[in-house]
């Protein structure tokens, strides 16, 4: 029930409500959420490999061909995921001073990581209907950063001390 409330908010986002429900969230939920997420993006790729009737695909065993496509797919793409989320957190920490707001980066982390949804979700759907490269998901980590930042200036200003 947790993960579909949180995906319903993350659809909201940048809204003030979805932002500060979201805020809530513990990071273990953000975590396997993400993970959750990203199976389903990987949905297309694996489907892909099962259909395929060339190459090491068609070789292999099924039980085979899901321990590679976990080892290196879902794995490498899990690990640059994370990476590109803790980038954009960190940037949004440096952005989050600028305009004087008091963040810390894991709620920057956790912002970031549910501003991922709407592009992840696009990206599986035009996956499983057209041919897609997968570097097109580092394009919608531009989208993640424009909301970041539109997420940063709904927290209130630090106060000044006198």
């Known amino acids: 029930m947790i993960f579909l409330q949180t995906f319903l908010h993350s659809i909201k986002l940048p809204s003030k409500k979805a932002t ?3 805020n809530r969230i513990g990071m273990d939920i953000a975590v396997i959420y993400i993970f959750l997420l990203l199976f389903i993006v990987s949905v ?3 489907v892909d490999r099962l259909t395929s009737a060339e190459g090491i695909s068609a070789e292999l065993n099924i039980f085979f061909l899901f321990i ?3 080892i290196f797919y879902y794995l490498p793409m899990t ?3 994370f990476i590109m989320i803790s980038v954009i957190a960190y940037i949004g920490t440096g952005i989050a001073k600028l305009m004087d707001r ?3 980066f894991a709620i920057l982390w956790k912002m970031t990581a549910f501003t991922t949804t709407i592009p ?3 990206y599986t759907v035009l996956a499983l209907l057209f041919k897609v490269n997968d570097s097109y998901l580092g394009l919608f980590f531009i ?3 424009a909301f970041l930042v ?3 200036s709904i927290y209130p200003k630090r106060r000044k001390k006198n």
Do not use: T
């Open 44 to 46: 297309p790729s694996l």
């Open 102 to 104: 008091k963040l810390r």
């Open 20 to 22: 500060f429900w979201l």
């Open 120 to 122: 992840f979700l696009l």
């Open 143 to 145: 989208y993640s950063f």
């Open 79 to 81: 690990v640059l995921v």
């Open 68 to 70: 590679y496509f976990f």
């Open 150 to 152: 539109a997420i940063i």
